[in-house]
Structure formats: C-alpha cells, structure tokens
C-alpha cells in the first residue's frame, strides 16, 4: 500500500533527517515508526503526508507514485500530536471538515459525522467545541475527522502522546480495535516502546534517518538486532555488559557462563533482559561461577514484581523478583540467566542467543 525507495529529506544546514529509505508497508497494515527524539520519525511520516518535499527518493500509495503531489490528492488523513481541531467549530464541523473541503453536500456530510461520532462515542458531544471536552474527547474527534472520509492510509503522530497514563491505555485498546475493524493502512509515530509493540503489527526502529530494524513486535522484542534497539525496547532497560568469549565461556561482570560453540574468542556485549534472569538468596549448586553475584544496591517496587540491582564488581546487573520474592537492601543475591534468554553482541551486531 505505501512504498517508499531511497527516500531522502536534508534540511537547510545539512541535516539528514531520512536518509536513502526504502519500506515497504502491506495493505491493511498497523506500522509503528520507533524512534527516540529526532530520530527522523516525524519527517518521515510528513514525507508521506506530503507536507514535507523529498530531497530525493519517491512515494507510492496503492501503487500510484505520489511523490509530487500535494496531501490533499494523496488519500491519507493525518491525526497529530495536538490534534489539530478547529477552536471556533463544534464537533460535527470538525468531523465533517474534510467532508466540505471535498464538497460533500451539507447534508450527506453532517450524516457521515453523526454516523463517525457514533461509532467513536461522541454523539453525546456533537454541539460543544474542542476547548470544551477532555484530551482523550479531542482525541477521539481527531480519529474521527480523520475516519470520516474514508482514507487509503492513516497517518497518526503520537497520537496517545496528549493523554494522561491510565487514559493513554485505554485509548491504545480502542485505537487497535479500531484499526482492526476499519483494516486502513495506519502508520504511526511514536517514541514509547511499549505503545509499539502493543499496537504494531510490524515497527520499525529508526535512528539517524535510518531503520536500525524492521520487523513483529515479538521479533524486535526476542531479538534485537543492535545493542541500541536491545536498549531502547523492554519496559525494563535489558543489562548490556561487556564481556568477553573464551574458548566457549563467556566472562562477564564476574560471572564465567556457558556460550554456544559457534562463538568465536573476543570481546562480545551481553545483553539479558531483567525478566529473564531469576533472583536467588545462596549460590546456584551448579557452580558459584555461573551467576552473577553482588549486593543489592537498589529495590524498586513495579506493582506486581520488584526490580532488583546488583553490584556486580564494576557492573550493574538488574533483575526482576517476584511479588514477595524482593531481596533486602544490601543484602548477597545471585543472579542466573534462564537458559537461552541472553544475547550476544560483537561489533554491534548480534551473534546468537546464549
Ligand atoms: P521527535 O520525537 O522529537 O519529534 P523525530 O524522530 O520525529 O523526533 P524529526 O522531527 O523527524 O525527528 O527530526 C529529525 C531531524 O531533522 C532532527 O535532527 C531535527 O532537528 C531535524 N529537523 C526536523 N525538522 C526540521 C526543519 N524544518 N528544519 C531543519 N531541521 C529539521
């Protein structure tokens, strides 16, 4: 449904923002855009929208390239950050906006925004203006100006951002639901992990105007394919510890474990998420060098588990403790990773898991 090839927008001063991208996006797709700030998600998105000129590089949409035209002649509707509602209009106006813009009879255009509040909740909200609802209310009229004149593409930009962190939950569910039902190419902006991996069908992890990584939620999450995208996913940040591989044992912030065979000597990066390593009071009995041990430095409280860190030698190592489960401050533990939960990283890229 989108194709971007080589795709390149430099600004004045010689910022790369999006720098030779080629994407392909399916029909009917959720696409997540992952990035931290300045990354170039935003740029990219406008570069579809068509509000922002490609320094080289083209854009098709249904298999027409658009590159040159302007956004109203692209079939996509965009919902941003802070909505973008008209102050002076009510609701209905907002919704059917584009629907006047297009010339839709008054009428025809007035039913289509009844129709879209309803299906959004809103009908109840129609006469009031934008400076009089709630932000998950302003939301949700944005989605629906956006949904009411039926798009081949949906282009949101954090559009979760504005809400508050229970409201932003909810609306994460209703915004998959709906996708799932209007099945409308979406691509969407958004710098928060867990909104990506919640929401994507497939994400693609940007840096510096590149995709780092392009894949499911499950793959980006299981294995990442650089040391920045292992730290930039996970709702706890995954331990990266240098380490280095020696004749197939891996020494690593004191720990000497196992390492699959086709690990060759050298330094490598380790990488455990917190989930994947268990807490235990005493040493393993397989050998007290097969886990990470230290003194508890720090304990904090997740609701239904507790995030424990170490001091392992120079290392930090962090894990998860069940509910009840939590070591004391300063306390001895031992850290052992599951089996084949730990990432192996040389020259940035990964090796294999361990
Ligand atoms: P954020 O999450 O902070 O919005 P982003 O990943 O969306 O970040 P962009 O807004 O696309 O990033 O910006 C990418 C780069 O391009 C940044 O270095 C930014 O400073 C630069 N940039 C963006 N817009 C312009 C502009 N109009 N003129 C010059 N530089 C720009």
Redesign the pocket.
Known sequence: MISLRGLTKE???G?R?VDALDLDIGDGEFFALL?P???????LLRTIAGLETPTSGTVAIGGADVTRLPPGRRDVAMVFQDYALFPHMDVTANIAYPLRIRKVPRARREEKAAETAARLSLTELLARRPGQLSGGQQQRVALARAIACHPKVFLFDEPLSNLDARLRLEARTFLKRLQRELAVTTVF?T?DQGEALALADRIAVMSAGRITQLGTPAEVFRRPATTFVAGFIGSTPMNLLPGTAEGGRLHVAGAVLPLPSEVPDGPVVYGLRPEYADLSPSPPPFGDGDAFSGKVAVVENLGTAHLVTLECGDHLVQAVAPEGEEPALGALAWVVPRPGRALIYRDDALLTAA
Not at 37 to 43: P, Q, R, Y
């Open positions: 600004f004045p001063g910022v923002a990035g700030s300045g990354c170039g998600k935003t740029t902006v710098h």
